[in-house]
């Protein structure tokens, strides 16, 4: 009996390449996928992909955690500062990683046994290490955090986890400035200034289950379907009037078509959530296209007609709305301003392009989501100006969602 030969996976990458986070062995910008450059990675199945401000993260199904791209402060903890330009194996984690997350300049890394490893920058305290490393490019046990983390998140110069209990833990002083300006004369609470693991209020009876962030923002989504979401509210990504909000406050559910969140994504300065029903919502600052939604078009949850400039910062940006065409979104992800997302087995991109980042091109924006052309998605992710996607070779047809996948 004959049986078909396995599919071959590669990895595209395309966008921002000034410091080789595409992994192709160069620097230069990429306007459409490229073939990345995978010998390091031949017939390791992969997990997760990841990145920061300058730099990608590889994780294997095995647990392997592969690094290409911008260096100068240890993120890719390789134990020196020197940047590079294709993949290469992180050899010194003796742990099983399952999950990253990438800050501008740093790395979170969730082992398999829930310790999270922390390299790159720590000048605002990011690595929840406290105050005496500036940087470290060896991983580093986040040590205060005594119980099993589940779900990591990291912001431009601030962190997030939640930890089997439920409970949630910020670090980082990214969003300490903010809130000074914003609270003045009260004091900054300490969930937004420490610079080790520090308990979030009013989330410890929520039953919280994953966390994202954005440049200044804090997204909490719990295993009832409610989010919650705290920072800085400057472009209305926390569907709130207010400027600043210090502790976590809940979305209301009617925003979203009253159904519950199953799953969460953040961008710099916007939010992506996909309901129950797999309806997708965006909101928050739309100026880059990353909403996904044309001004002319665009409707808030009450189907009323958005204007431009209400897109752009307005109170009526912090009312989500759905995004139809991204409807039953099997993966999505977020750049600083651009997203990815896989749908029925296509591979959708749209926002911010300016480095490419789209993938159709061009370096026009693109304000609502439309097609990377041939490529059959599997697995995707994001860094703060660049793309990347797992993807099949096989000729006969689409597969869908074959995740882990294995690179040849």
């Not at 240890?74 to 399952?98: E, K, Y």
């Not at 609270?183 to 966390?211: A, F, G, I």
């Not at 697995?379 to 793309?387: D, E, N, V, W, Y």
Request: hydrophobic content about 35%.
């Amino acid at each position: 009996m004959e049986t078909s030969s396995p599919p071959e996976f590669c990895l595209h990458s395309w966008g921002a390449n000034s410091y080789g986070q595409l992994g192709l062995g160069n620097v230069e910008d990429q306007s459409a996928p490229r073939l990345c450059d995978t010998a390091a990675l031949q017939h390791k199945a992969v997990r997760a992909l990841g990145g920061g401000g300058g730099h990608s993260v590889v994780i294997t199904e095995n647990g392997e955690v592969f690094v290409c791209g911008q260096n100068h402060r240890g993120q890719l903890g390789l134990g020196h500062n020197a940047d590079i330009l294709t993949l290469q194996l992180c050899p010194s984690l003796s742990q099983r990683v399952t999950e990253v997350a990438c800050g501008w300049d740093f790395t979170l890394l969730l082992t398999d046994c829930g310790r999270v490893l922390a390299c790159g920058s720590n000048t605002f305290g990011q690595l929840g290490v406290g105050e005496t490393l500036t940087h470290t490019a060896h991983p580093q046990v986040v040590e205060s955090l005594k119980e099993a983390v589940v779900s990591v998140a990291a912001g431009l110069r601030h962190s997030l986890a939640v930890t089997d209990s439920g409970c949630v833990y910020q670090w980082g002083k990214g969003l300490s400035s903010h809130a000074k300006r914003a609270l003045s004369p009260r004091p900054v609470p300490s969930h937004l200034s420490s610079t080790t693991p520090c308990l979030v209020p009013d989330l410890d009876q929520k039953n919280s289950q994953m966390v994202a962030a954005g440049s200044a923002h804090c997204v909490c989504l719990t295993g009832d379907g409610d989010l919650f979401l705290w920072g800085s509210n400057k472009h209305g990504q926390l569907t709130n009037t207010g400027p600043f909000l210090s502790s976590p406050t809940l979305v209301k559910r009617s925003l979203q078509g009253g159904e519950k969140v199953i799953h969460v994504w953040s961008g710099w300065t916007h939010i992506v959530a996909q309901t129950e029903s797999g309806r997708v919502f965006t909101w928050g600052r739309g100026n880059y296209g990353q909403l996904g939604r044309l001004a002319s078009i665009s409707q808030n949850s009450e189907g009323q007609s958005m204007s431009p400039s209400e897109q752009d910062g307005d109170q009526e940006a912090c009312h989500p709305a759905e995004v139809k065409v991204l409807h039953g979104a099997t993966q999505v992800a977020c750049g600083s301003e651009h997203n990815l997302a896989i749908v029925g087995g296509r591979l959708l991109s749209w926002g911010w392009n300016e480095h490419g980042m789209c993938g159709d091109g061009s370096q026009t924006d693109v304000p609502q989501p439309q097609l990377v052309s041939g490529l059959r998605p599997l697995l995707i992710g994001c860094g703060a100006g660049h793309s990347m996607a797992v993807c099949t070779e096989t000729t006969g047809g689409l597969r869908q969602n074959s995740a882990p996948t294995s690179l040849q």
